[in-house]
């Protein structure tokens, strides 16, 4: 009989029980040490036994509660936006577990947040792009253009939200704070000292974060108006943006010590701004101008930058403000074709009245209030040379083009009203 030889101790190597192998003899496998439960029993050499299935729920994989056994979880609930398991048999139901709003972007993987019913903040998915015909509600169509981009539906204020309950105005940024601290005061206006880029990047900014705007252009004749009429006054105060489309208030601010970087017209701002609109794909609708003028515009706004997306283009006739039929109409056309940045030339302050009344129903939408840019942009009205309007002398050809319309304008209104405009801030910046 052979003898019987002792067994050698058993390692632990890498978190693993490893037995050598004996001759002749069975060697018992120890216990194997238990890992997120109950020690598992251990197996004798050759005995297998079968693995019991598992089934994954709420991210774990959970073991039945017997070999080769399956009980099935009981299926969850959904309470107050989470997951709440019923009672076990024997245990009286409870209320869930509280959550902090701490603990709530972090939760286990047992338990998630379940979906929550859309609620009036819940935003809906943006209607699909279709033709201009049907942006339109296929009145006034632009021939010529491609059927690319308008984009109809119900406007942007109105889909997925209850009427009546007032928006949160967002916290304004950093920049924005510091770009109202630098405003200059001119003429009574607040103007703000900024470049035309940094307008169109302003402007881009907000609409990527969904927020809208108003841009206001004022000139010496805009000032005039203020000045005189409290109700215009408000217009422009509440814009969100104003930039001194005039080289009167350019050297005002300039004679008063507090100059700004310089002139921004409408007529330019059309340009960069659908330019960048084409960029980011956000569609564009021009409002304003004699009839057919802002179709025009729109072919040669298409022409220059073809990924332009026009949603709509209106030319309203002289008076309709006054009509509350042809009021709503123009009014509901545009916010059917619900664009994110539109141009109205209508003249200051009828545009400015629109623009009032929109933005209640378009919160996401930038409007400009751009005067004759449209009829620049169309080309019907031409502009004057680059070194006219660096001097300030554009009023002069825009008087020699048309004396019916501009002589009383300009030289009855404007230009007294700028003559003391300028010596009112030489007088002030002197002794201030």
Known sequence: MAPITEQPRVTLRHGAWIVPSMTEQAAERPPAPARHGPPVASLLTGQAVERPPVFPRHGLVLAP????????????????????????????????????????????????????????????????????????????????????????????ARRGTTPGVPRL????????????RRRVHVAGVAIDPMTESE????????????????????????SRTVARDPRARRFVERADLAVADGMPLVWAARLLGTPIPGRVTGADLIWS???????????????????GTAAQAARELVNRHPTLMI????????????????????????IAAAPRLVFVGLGFPRQERLIA???RDLPGTWFVGCGSAISFAAGTVRRAPAWMRRGGLEWIFRLTREPGRLARRYLVDDLPYALRLLTVS???????
């Not at 330019?275 to 794909?281: K, T």
């Not at 009509?323 to 509901?332: G, L, N, Q, T």
């Open 65 to 156: 509660s017997a070999a080769g056994q399956a009980v099935e979880r009981p299926r969850a609930t959904a309470r107050y936006g989470l997951p709440v398991l019923p009672p076990a048999p024997g245990r009286a139901a409870g209320p869930p577990p509280a959550v902090t709003r701490r603990d709530s972007p972090v939760m286990s993987s047992v338990v998630r947040r379940a979906e929550v019913p859309a609620t009036r903040d819940t935003v809906t998915p943006t209607p699909p792009l279709t033709d201009h015909r049907s942006a339109t509600t296929g009145r006034d169509p632009v021939p010529g253009l491609p059927a690319v981009a308008g984009r109809a539906g119900t406007p942007v």
């Open 169 to 180: 105005r967002p916290r304004l940024d950093k920049a924005t704070r510091r770009r109202l």
């Open 199 to 222: 307008v169109v990047d302003h402007v881009i900014a907000a609409l990527k974060r969904g927020e809208g705007g108003h841009l206001v252009t004022p000139n010496v004749d805009i």
């Open 273 to 291: 701004l659908s330019e960048a609109a084409a960029f980011y794909r956000h569609p564009v609708y021009l409002l304003g101008g004699p009839r």
């Open 311 to 334: 949603a709509g283009v209106d030319a309203p006739p002289y008076g309709f403000e006054d009509d509350p039929e042809s009021y709503a109409r123009v009014r509901d056309a545009v």
């Open 357 to 359: 009344s929109l933005r």
């Open 426 to 432: 030489l007088v002030r910046g002197l002794f201030s």
